[in-house]
């Protein structure tokens, strides 16, 4: 299923991606799209079944913001460094570990709102990520376990980063991955049964109609299963965290001078193979 909200920002109502690609009001079965939802089985196999009866109201798309997919996100998780390309372009050696920060889930709008470009910025940059949705409580994976049994879904993330804070200030990440609007988060949540393998997944980025990024899942150091099951021994994932899981070859950070990084009027697009599509129009905070 491609699980999405739609409506205007903190008033989305939750809806669904028919295989016919015609939009379907959920909002008589279920208040949102949210970690409470995806930890209930018996409620997916609602929204599943009625889907496959028709029997959903459809909604008129045209002129419909879609919001994040996901709603009262406790926790945005991120894997840097996670692509052997990536590594090689910032001349970084591999981690023997995977890097772990975090973004505020404040920071996560949707997959077609503006990203602000903050005040003073210079090396604002851009990444696409495959982001991994938690659908049950993940603690201390046991090693026969199947991380992958702990997730409700994957989606297009935009992991918007400021270089300049990020490595030049001092202190750790944080600075230049928490600016506001740096995490659009969509269109869909595409539920597993849609996606046998997330480490066969292309993923494309173009800035201002220029290909940037061009890379594949299949590149990850530590593929999925392995960053869920390593991100459970150091903190509880609860129903509706966010992951994501690192960014191919390709972002401004990585070439050479002078480095493209964005402003205000670029205009950005990214998919993931199946996850659909974003595009952010910049402008100044």
Known sequence: MKLLRVGTAGAERPALLDQDGTL??????????DGALLADAAALDRIRTAAEAGDLPVLDAAGLRIGPPVGRIGKVVCIGLNYHDHAAETGAEPPAEPVVFFKAADTVVGPDDTVLVPRGSRKTDWEVELAVVIGRTARYIEPDEDPLSYVAGYAVAHDVSEREFQIERGGTWDKGKNCETFNPLGPWLVTPDEVPDPQALGLRLWVNGE?????????????????????????????????????????????????????????????IDGLGRQRQELKDA
Not at 24 to 33: A, C, P, Y
Not at 221 to 240: E, H, K, Q, T
């Open 211 to 271: 290909l940037k990024q061009n890379g594949t899942t299949a590149d990850q150091i530590f593929p999925v299963a392995d960053v869920v099951r390593y991100v459970s021994r150091f903190m509880a994932l609860y129903p509706g965290d966010v992951i994501n899981t690192g960014t191919p070859a390709g972002v401004a950070l990585g070439q050479p001078e002078p480095k493209p990084f964005l402003r205000a009027g670029d205009v950005v697009e990214l998919e």
């Open 24 to 33: 379907r009001d959920l909002s008589g079965l279920v208040t949102d799209i």
